[in-house]
Nanobody, 129 residues
């Protein structure tokens, strides 16, 4: 069983930065890729950034391009999301998710929720305006 644990959320002023981490535990972790999603109360869950595990190909939602950066440490089974120039609209619970069966594609856009198999519990990011 794969378990994902996010950390690094918190409260930050607009224009500030936060760094999120997602560490996996359990069985040998070898996903096809990972994705960060955000879910604000009035919106549906949206993909933010994705990365393929072997090649490190990345994809970003238009709303975060140039501000967020996803990376991974294969040896540590951890994926990161560096969030810069944060805006009030970035306020949401952020989840990491693992694509274990290759159902997502790491090209022009991040995946959709149905392509991911395991999810973390989420970490709250609040950006004050």
């Amino acid at each position: 069983q794969v378990q994902l644990v996010e950390s690094g959320g918190g409260l930050v002023q607009a224009g500030g930065s936060l760094s999120l981490s997602c560490a996996s535990s359990g069985r040998t972790f070898s996903p096809h890729g990972m994705c960060w999603f955000c879910h604000a109360p009035v919106n549906e869950r949206e993909s933010v950034a994705a990365i393929s595990w072997s090649a490190g190909a990345t994809a970003y939602a238009d709303s975060v391009k140039g501000r967020f950066s996803i990376s991974r440490d294969n040896a540590q089974n951890t994926v990161y999301l560096q969030m810069n120039s944060l805006k009030h609209d970035d306020t949401a619970v952020y989840y990491c998710a693992a694509d274990m069966y290759g159902r997502s594609w790491y090209g022009a856009r991040p995946g959709v929720a149905g392509e991911y198999d395991y999810w973390g519990q989420g970490t709250q990011v609040t950006v004050s305006s």
